[in-house]
């Protein structure tokens, strides 16, 4: 994964952001293994949703999620691709054997 460290992506506040495939890092920010791992689950979601609908089902979902929980942390939290990525970003091997789609497993109605 290419990481990109600089003063302007991600927002203040924020410690790092994956577009496209790329991790973009605020400065010094302190990114470990388990935070790459995370970023590379992320990657995955990307590319089997050819880039472009990733972003849109994030941004709509994020919005549902914003409605419901009425905290934007909360609805970041429980959006499907957070929900994987978290629960597996300690396991270095779980790309190995992740099944596309398998988000959709994590998705809470």
């Avoid at 600089?6 to 496209?20: E, H, M, S, T, V």
């Avoid at 495939?21 to 979601?45: K, P, S, W, Y």
């Avoid at 994020?62 to 629960?87: G, H, P, Q, T, V």
Wanted: proline content about 2%; overall charge positive.
């Amino acid at each position: 994964m290419k990481i990109v460290r600089n003063k302007y992506i991600p927002f203040p506040g924020y410690k790092a952001i994956n577009l496209f495939g790329i991790l973009f890092v605020r400065g010094n920010a302190r990114i470990d293994e388990v935070t790459i791992n995370h970023e590379r689950i992320h990657t995955a979601q990307i590319k089997e949703q050819l880039y472009a609908f990733f972003y849109l089902w994030y941004v709509i979902e994020w919005m549902i999620r914003l409605i419901r929980y009425r905290d934007s942390y909360k609805a970041y939290r429980n959006l499907s691709f957070e929900r994987e990525a978290y629960a597996n970003d300690d396991n270095f091997t779980y790309l190995e054997t992740r099944k596309r789609f398998a988000f959709l497993k994590y998705m809470k109605i």
